[in-house]
């Protein structure tokens, strides 16, 4: 009778040893590829973007910033990138592959605070920038979270300019426009409180204020612009108007306040942010306030009666993720959560 021999420890060891081998190179490959800590969010379906439309993201990073703008001529704009928390940047790559975005052709960056730069070192690892607008700030290391976004600018070689009134670009049909801080060429402006002194009021005054405009169509961003910073616009802008000259122009294109649909409530609708007279000036049709449940300071209820006497907000905490999609004469709002 023939002996069969058994299936021994040994043999059984080797197996398990070479199951796990074999899926640590399976792991080491699709890192290669593929971040393994993210993987969700590279199993999700690509949409192919159609030109001729401005879509605007607002994505819920909790309390925080992240809005991608994908402009009409194909190019895309990332305006900060949350705190940098996993799952909020699982988010914001989930949305940047859904949106197959690889290149982020403008990276801004409208503070130097957590909530709006934390996750971009992070992103950086993942996606390439063609530029970045960022702020002049000569301590990079006024926060960790910045400095660490400005190291990853330096490591990948993007090109960066400052983030200021006077920056800009036009397209093929719109254009962008930083209203605010003030231009630095004198050397008296918020960024240079912000380098003096690094404080709560002094880095809110320097948050970046960007105008994006595709045809009829017109989105105001206030970062955390702060009553500060929002009064000196509204001054300004009156001036130019007074004076007929042009507001923050860009090529043949200028801001006009007034025109403005959609505006991102600053300071995630903290009380810093409320100046009646923005909203009275700028009368916009919808006002969006990012903002997570978990933080009580925000929204603050005077605060957002004060918007509330001009438009209904929709709250990311409430609503998700916020699309706005436009041609060049009007633009549709589409929530996550309905």
């Given at each position: 009778?023939?002996?069969?021999?058994?299936?021994?420890?040994?043999?059984?060891?080797?197996?398990?040893?070479?199951?796990v081998v074999a899926l640590c190179i399976a792991v080491m490959v699709v890192n290669i590829f593929i971040?393994?800590?993210?993987?969700?969010?590279?199993?999700?379906?690509?949409?192919?973007?159609?030109?001729?439309?401005?879509?605007?993201?607002?994505?819920?990073?909790?309390?925080?910033?992240?809005?991608?703008?994908?402009?009409?001529?194909?190019?895309?704009?990332?305006?900060?990138?949350?705190?940098?928390?996993?799952?909020?940047?699982?988010?914001?790559?989930?949305?940047?592959?859904?949106?197959?975005?690889?290149?982020?052709?403008?990276?801004?960056?409208?503070?130097?605070?957590?909530?709006?730069?934390?996750?971009?070192?992070?992103?950086?690892?993942?996606?390439?920038?063609?530029?970045?607008?960022?702020?002049?700030?000569?301590?990079?290391?006024?926060?960790?979270?910045?400095?660490?976004?400005?190291?990853?600018?330096?490591?990948?070689?993007?090109?960066?300019?400052?983030?200021?009134?006077?920056?800009?670009?036009?397209?093929?049909?719109?254009?962008?426009?930083?209203?605010?801080?003030?231009?630095?060429?004198?050397?008296?402006?918020?960024?240079?409180?912000?380098?003096?002194?690094?404080?709560?009021?002094?880095?809110?005054?320097?948050?970046?204020?960007?105008?994006?405009?595709?045809?009829?169509?017109?989105?105001?961003?206030?970062?955390?612009?702060?009553?500060?910073?929002?009064?000196?616009?509204?001054?300004?802008?009156?001036?130019?108007?007074?004076?007929?000259?042009?507001?923050?122009?860009?090529?043949?294109?200028?801001?006009?306040?007034?025109?403005?649909?959609?505006?991102?409530?600053?300071?995630?609708?903290?009380?810093?942010?409320?100046?009646?007279?923005?909203?009275?000036?700028?009368?916009?049709?919808?006002?969006?306030?990012?903002?997570?449940?978990?933080?009580?300071?925000?929204?603050?209820?005077?605060?957002?009666?004060?918007?509330?006497?001009?438009?209904?907000?929709?709250?990311?905490?409430?609503?998700?993720?916020?699309?706005?999609?436009?041609?060049?004469?009007?633009?549709?709002?589409?929530?996550?959560?309905?």
């Amino acid at each position: 009778m023939k002996k069969v021999k058994s299936f021994g420890k040994k043999s059984a060891a080797i197996i398990t040893t070479s199951i796990v081998v074999a899926l640590c190179i399976a792991v080491m490959v699709v890192n290669i590829f593929i971040p393994v800590r993210y993987l969700s969010a590279y199993f999700v379906a690509r949409a192919q973007r159609e030109q001729g439309y401005l879509t605007v993201t607002f994505a819920d990073v909790g309390f925080g910033d992240c809005i991608l703008a994908e402009l009409p001529d194909g190019k895309t704009m990332l305006i900060d990138g949350g705190n940098g928390d996993y799952q909020n940047t699982l988010e914001v790559l989930t949305l940047l592959n859904s949106k197959n975005v690889d290149t982020i052709d403008y990276l801004v960056c409208t503070s130097v605070k957590d909530e709006h730069c934390g996750g971009l070192a992070e992103i950086l690892k993942y996606k390439q920038a063609g530029r970045a607008y960022i702020p002049d700030c000569t301590n990079t290391r006024v926060t960790d979270e910045y400095h660490s976004f400005v190291t990853a600018l330096e490591e990948q070689g993007v090109e960066t300019r400052i983030a200021q009134a006077g920056e800009g670009v036009a397209g093929d049909g719109y254009f962008f426009s930083f209203l605010s801080p003030s231009n630095g060429a004198a050397g008296d402006n918020e960024y240079a409180l912000l380098n003096q002194s690094a404080t709560s009021d002094n880095i809110d005054r320097a948050s970046a204020v960007l105008w994006l405009q595709y045809g009829d169509n017109c989105f105001l961003f206030t970062s955390d612009a702060n009553e500060d910073t929002l009064a000196r616009i509204v001054t300004e802008y009156r001036q130019c108007v007074q004076l007929l000259q042009p507001f923050c122009p860009v090529g043949d294109n200028e801001v006009e306040l007034e025109k403005c649909d959609v505006v991102s409530v600053p300071a995630h609708g903290g009380k810093n942010g409320a100046y009646a007279p923005f909203y009275d000036l700028i009368s916009p049709s919808e006002a969006v306030v990012s903002v997570g449940e978990n933080f009580s300071e925000c929204p603050d209820n005077a605060a957002m009666s004060v918007v509330c006497a001009y438009v209904q907000p929709m709250y990311t905490c409430y609503d998700g993720t916020i699309t706005i999609t436009a041609d060049k004469y009007e633009y549709i709002v589409d929530k996550e959560i309905t």
